[in-house]
């Protein structure tokens, strides 16, 4: 279960992490790495868009928010019966996590029921289940938890200062009291961000202070490197040094030792190499599966032939989950 954190960690510590020769990094990151996770293996989430677009925020990274022309349409809620249908294959493909998303700035009570359904029908195939629904309440939380989540996902994205440059419709507060209710539920928290914004690399450690900072720390931290999508204020964005984003990843694993940190987003622009070396510095979790919720995700099949590669193994779904989540 969460463990509190082991110390309070300052921007300036964490540029003083950024500034080390490259190797230094990866051989600290990886010694950590292996005092936490001494095998070396991969977790795979799937991802599902259960609710595509028509979102009404403006975070300026994203083909899902009604105000930019992107070619994405609003759709209704999925169904179980696809939901189910997509969690299955997901499972016989190797996926321990299901990880399901809506476009939506807020969940509405109105909505619980039928979200709570969807958690169950994951809870029966023995995975484990995520959500990413925007923010909620204290009682919305608490009838997710009930429903049988295992993660919720609400990321941070970027550091406080550089937040109201890509999000101005919600604040940088109000994602960290929906974090807090995760918490308070008894929900593991997935909380990370994105890397490639336009940010600076004051704002990078900004960001993983305040995850690092959490008490107790998160255990999934996703690391997701921009997708600049067409029709968004991003769809310029030149694409972020790959060393620089290797070395985020190592950071956070030194500050956040015991979590998951998964290699989320824009995969699909990464050479084989760069990835090996996100896994080096730590990452130890991937999104699989050839979709993520809008954009393209590698196939399953050259995942699959990457880690064998690369001699790491798929972690298995542990049967036992399915009654103690
Ligand atoms: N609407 C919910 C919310 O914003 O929390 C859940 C879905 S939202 C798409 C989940 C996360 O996907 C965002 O917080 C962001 O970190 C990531 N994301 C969205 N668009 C992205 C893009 N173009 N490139 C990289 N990451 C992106
Ligand atoms: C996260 O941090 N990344 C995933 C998951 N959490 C929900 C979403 C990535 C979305 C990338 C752009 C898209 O396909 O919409
Ligand atoms: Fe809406 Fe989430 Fe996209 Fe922001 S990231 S526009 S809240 S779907």
Known sequence: MSETKEQNWTVDAVLKLYELPFNDLLYQA?????????????????????????????CHYCPQAARYHTGVTAKKLLDPETVRKNAEAAKAAGATRFCMGAAWRELKDRDVPAIANLIQEIKKLGMESCVTLGMLTDSQAEALKNAGLDYYNHNVDTSPEYYQEIITTRTYDDRLQTLNRVRNAGIHVCSGGIIGLGESRHDRAGMLVTLANLDPQPESVPINNLVPIPGTPLENRPPIDPFEFVRTVAIARIMIPKTRVRLSAGRTAMSDEMQALCFLAGANSIHYGQKLLITANPEAKKDRELLDRLGIKIEAIQETRQHCS
């Open 30 to 58: 990886q010694t950590i790495h292996r005092q936490y996770f001494p095998q070396s293996e991969m977790q795979l989430s799937t991802l599902l868009n259960i609710k595509d677009g028509g979102c009404p925020e403006d």
